[in-house]
């Protein structure tokens, strides 16, 4: 199964959080934006910041981003996707979500058949919008 993973769902898998996407075992190709490494990593930071994690909490929570990455197609953030992002949209959007949506849209076009993937309810909507068989 071809899956593009946004942020929230990588999230929930590296904190151990509940409700981790039903279908995370059975996806054989993850694909992303280069953007959701910064955002798991600033979300870890913010953690550590605000002390819900220990120092060494984050450097392991860090380790499992990069070694499940490591995995992922990765999608540059290039001109193409930005203007595809700053587009008008079917429904409202923040700037991550929508390069989030614009770099599935880019992908989709040599995978027809990519799902995705998302917790964040206003990311499923648009995903939806657009076409996309959404997994929660």
């Known amino acids: 199964m071809r899956v ?5 769902v990588l999230l929930r898998v590296v904190l151990g959080e509940p409700r981790r996407l039903r279908a995370w075992s ?13 955002e798991c990593l600033r979300t870890l930071d913010r953690a550590r910041l605000a002390g819900e994690l220990a120092d060494d909490e984050v450097a392991e929570r860090r380790e499992s981003v990069d070694e499940l990455l490591a995995s992922f ?26 390069i989030h949506l614009a770099s599935a849209r880019a992908l989709r076009m040599r995978v027809p058949e990519l799902r ?9 909507i648009a995903a939806r919008a657009v076409g996309f068989t959404v997994m929660r």
């Open 4 to 8: 593009y993973v946004d942020t929230s």
């Open 26 to 38: 059975r996806i054989r190709h993850a694909s992303s934006s280069e953007l959701i490494r910064v």
């Open 73 to 98: 197609d990765t999608i540059t953030l290039d001109r193409r996707i930005l203007r595809s992002a700053a587009e008008p949209l079917p429904t409202t959007l923040g700037t991550p979500d929508a």
């Open 116 to 124: 995705f993937a998302t917790h964040d309810d206003a990311l499923a």
